[in-house]
């Protein structure tokens, strides 16, 4: 998939997430800030967006659940803690 439609697929995802706290949190951390990421790092987000439900996602963005290591080094860069 190309970077570009690498983005789109994103965008969209996080645009329509189904709860108004994930879509908020989402446009926050992902939407405002989109450009900051690289395309290995849109690759290790949509992987986590395949591999965890929204419920998931809110905890780990909210530090209410352990963010597995696999994926500290793109949820530092998503929470601006590089």
């Given at each position: 998939?190309?970077?570009k439609s690498l983005k789109k697929v994103?965008?969209?995802r996080v645009s329509y997430s189904g709860t108004k706290e994930t879509d908020i949190l989402y446009?926050?951390?992902f939407i405002d800030d989109f450009n900051k990421f690289?395309?290995?790092d849109l690759i290790d987000i949509q992987k986590l967006f395949n591999?965890?439900?929204?419920n998931e996602m809110y905890d780990f963005?909210?530090?209410k659940r352990?963010?597995?290591y696999q994926y500290d080094k793109i949820f530092k860069k998503i929470l601006n803690e590089n």
């Open positions: 998939m190309s970077f994103i965008k969209y446009k926050k951390y690289n395309e290995d591999n965890y439900s929204d963005l909210t530090k352990n963010i597995p």
